[in-house]
């Protein structure tokens, strides 16, 4: 096999083309379909985010507790629709990286259900792994905004977790 000119070649570091003008024509051909699949994400992301506060009030009930976790959710929803509204077909993946990684610091309200929800810790790190996944291969942000994102989403679900009582040796088992 033939060694691939140096136009085409991959950057190690950022999965990326290392030639950024293939960077950017590569970017710009797929700019359409990754923004409307983008957009759908967003929207899928934000109505589980208010269909999952059904089961909170069936838990929970109008308490203080449900409406922190309501809080949360509405937030991160707003959040996300501000984001989705700043999408067009012409928009730049390069300039969405930036408010997506700010979203996902939205991993941080997530840590509540660990508070407000210990009937449901088991399933609340399995969505959380969920969500590291498809920020890291479905997310068309920058592989290294994604990679510290999702560091981040790791760090805090064990510091979380260890601040919440988890003996030393669950959290190695978590991930």
Not at 87 to 108: E, L, Q
Request: glycine share 6%; charged share 15%.
């Amino acid at each position: 096999m033939s060694t691939p000119v140096y136009e085409y070649r991959l950057s190690r570091w950022l999965a990326e083309f290392a030639d950024p003008e293939t960077e950017q024509s590569y970017q710009k051909y797929f700019q359409r379909l990754t923004n409307r699949q983008l957009r759908v994400a967003l929207i899928a992301w934000a109505l589980l985010m208010l269909l999952f506060a059904v089961p909170d009030y069936q838990v929970l009930g109008t308490g203080r507790d449900f409406f922190c976790l309501l809080a949360y959710r509405v937030t991160m929803s707003v959040m996300l629709l501000v984001i989705i509204l700043n999408i067009h077909s012409d928009t730049n993946v390069f300039r969405i990286s930036y408010p997506m990684a700010a979203a996902v610091i939205g991993f941080m309200g997530f840590m509540l259900l660990f508070v407000f929800r210990p009937d449901v810790i088991n399933w609340t790190v399995g969505v959380i792994m969920l969500m590291i996944i498809g920020l890291l291969v479905f997310m068309p942000i920058r592989f290294y905004l994604a990679f510290f994102a999702a560091l981040f989403g790791v760090a805090i679900t064990l510091i979380t977790r260890y601040a919440m009582g988890s003996p030393k040796a669950n959290l190695i088992g978590l991930f």
